[in-house]
């Protein structure tokens, strides 16, 4: 269960489709035509599941913001 709204920011540019995401927190991330990580549905993915895709990443392309206040939560 989500606890807090987070914003989610993929830096495609340092996204390696290492899929480490994915496998945290498969209902909210998927591959796109090109290789690179997008969110497809946040809602489907509980904080933990987020906080675990984005702690999984190897080059840290994931960055997660609480929405409401605007603080970084990750990393």
Known sequence: MRSQTMK???DRGRCIAASNCIGAAPAAFRLDGQRKAVVDNAAGATDE???DAA????T???T???EETGAQLFP
Request: negative net charge.
């Open 8 to 10: 989610i920011v993929i």
């Open 49 to 51: 599941q987020l906080l």
């Open 55 to 58: 702690s999984s990443c190897p």
């Open 60 to 62: 840290e392309a994931i």
């Open 64 to 66: 997660l913001f609480d």
